[in-house]
């Protein structure tokens, strides 16, 4: 079981990559993105995931929105800069609120923008205070997923849109398959990824109206293959890290497994990459 501070210490262990690999610098987005027709580039895929969101929770410059996960803050430093909502963005790592609320203020959007340490299965906030959140590859964090959506049903308001981006693995699973899915999810400090089945039965026992449910697996292809490329990359210069630092976590040895794994598993169609959106019963 991995605790929150395993989850954190993975974040901050694995940053180097995301800035080696994905642009972090420029994009500050640690997830696939999007790919469609017009996507130019890996960076223009990135920031499309912050468009397609913004869609599907109709998003309008009087909204509050919560980030559930906001990582270093890339989706609701653009939300802010794009909209012009207010946004709170919630991380379980001090060093990520740190860069996100350094970025806001490069960005000019500090006075839209807040960014807080907090679980956001527990966040402290009142009934009621959102009219949005969204959490993008951070619900696969929360073993029991009922956990987040109990929490984001309370503080969202009644008519409040919810957009859930992540993985969900097959029903079903068994031999190689499933220990090759349960490999990709430890190796991010993921205990392990949900079903749609499940996930959907748990929004509605929360009272979640859902609206859509977007299969974005193909949107995501190229980000895969990208990660696949640098599996190999990074493949020697990891063995030789490891061979000097024979103490280092079993989060820093499993990381770069995940860079093939990951790509193995989609395509043996083991997983779908699906975009949730619900709403709050007004009841």
Known sequence: MFSKKDIERYYDLSEVHYRLHWNLHKSRSLHYGYWDSSTKNFHEALLNINKIISQHAHISKEDVALDAGCGVGGSAIWMAKNIGCKVTGISLSERQISLATASAKKENVEQHVTFLQKDYTATGFADNSFDVIWAIESTCYVKD???????????LKPGGRLVV??????????????????????GWAIEEHTTKEK??????????SIVDIEDASNAIIPSVKRLYTAYFLGLIPTK??????????GLSKNNVD????????????LW???????QKGLR
């Open 258 to 269: 995940t860079a093939w794994l990951q790509y193995k598993t989609l395509k043996k169609k």
């Open 199 to 208: 996930f959907e039965q748990q929004l509605t026992d929360t009272g979640f």
């Open 165 to 186: 981006v992540d993985i969900y693995k097959n029903e079903s699973i068994t031999g190689k398959n499933a220990e090759w899915m349960q490999r990709l999810a430890h």
């Open 272 to 278: 779908k990459y699906l975009i949730f959106s619900a």
């Open 240 to 249: 030789v890290y490891h061979l000097f630092h024979p103490n280092a976590t």
């Open 145 to 155: 997923k009922s956990e987040f959506l109990k929490e984001t049903f309370r503080i």
